[in-house]
């Protein structure tokens, strides 16, 4: 199969990139190309069969929705121009959303609490409702809906994707992982405990092939590690090393998990464990980042 992965330069993108490139014939297309240039003769010209849209601004801070802003131009718009693009072919379109669509996590009636972190009392399902509070999570959601025009789509829902390797822009779990490293004080919110599902770029990556190869098109599924992954920043932190120095700041959740029952349904399950496969991040990220003042290597 021929994959176009626009975004392949982002964090999730490059790992999708580098997983499905293994078992098939990958092509990227990143901000330098711009998503809103991609026209149908550069699909058809390069014999595309799909596209997996990772492309993204991250805004979570703002929650005014804006025409012409970042988010506005790249998430939505350039659902909408993928849309025009894909009118007509049978070019299979996957589109990455996110748990933001959802809007905030869960609250303390929801959870048991322990020593180092809360559980929840069930994971969200793939019908939970709609309350996104950020730009990033509307505009992921307007992305959504739009992915609905094209008959040969399919929403897959994050809630925290992960991949072994340092990229300059990744998400909470190198964060510490620097920190660790450069032994500076872990910046935590809340109390720590708020959980997480990390799920491994690998087993997303094998469930794009799952929905392609089922044709589980017109389907928005939700992607998590799952139970047996499901962690708090406290057990995350201690997992990379017992004496790391923590400082709580304002702000924060009692976390987020995915149920993964529609994926689950299509044969699926993630098969990589997050504890397993620290040693491994933590020693690409020693290799891999860029040298840099104060930075172990």
């Known amino acids: 199969m021929r994959i176009l992965v626009v975004g392949h330069e982002g964090y999730i993108g490059s790992g999708l990139f580098r997983y499905l490139g293994l078992r098939h014939d990958v092509l990227g297309w990143g901000r330098k190309e711009d998503i809103l240039r ?84 069930a994971l969200w399902g793939d019908d939970r409702a709609f309350a996104p509070e950020s730009v990033y999570g509307k505009s992921k959601l307007m992305a959504e809906i739009v992915c609905e025009s094209h008959p040969a789509s399919s929403v897959i ?3 925290s994707c992960y991949t072994d390797d340092y990229h300059p822009h990744a998400n909470w779990m190198l964060r510490f992982v620097e920190g660790v490293l450069d032994r500076r004080p872990l910046l935590v919110t809340h109390n720590g405990k708020q959980f997480r ?13 799952r929905v392609l190869a089922k044709q589980a098109f017109g389907t928005k599924l939700n992607a998590g590690g799952g139970r047996a992954n499901i962690l708090s920043l406290l057990e995350f ?22 149920g993964n029952e529609r994926a689950e349904r299509l044969g699926w399950r993630p098969r990589i464990g997050v504890r397993e496969r620290l040693d491994l991040l933590v020693a690409n990220v020693r290799k891999q980042r860029p040298a840099g003042p104060g930075r172990a290597r």
């Open 237 to 258: 932190i201690r997992l990379l090393d017992r004496r790391a120095e923590i400082r709580f700041v304002p702000g924060g959740d009692y976390g987020f998990a995915f």
């Open 157 to 159: 829902r994050l809630s």
């Open 197 to 209: 599902d990390p799920l491994h770029v690998h087993d997303l990556g094998r469930l794009i092939e």
């Open 38 to 121: 991609l026209e149908r003769d550069d699909l058809l010209a390069r014999r595309i069969d799909a596209v997996v849209n990772c492309a993204v601004v991250f805004d979570r801070t703002s929650v005014v929705y804006q025409v012409g802003s970042p988010s506005d131009r790249v998430n939505l718009g350039g659902a909408r121009h993928l849309a025009e693009v894909l009118r007509g072919t049978k070019i299979a379109w996957i589109q990455i959303s996110t748990k933001d669509v959802y809007g905030p996590g869960f609250d303390r009636r929801m959870v048991r609490e322990t020593r180092y972190a809360y559980r929840p009392l």
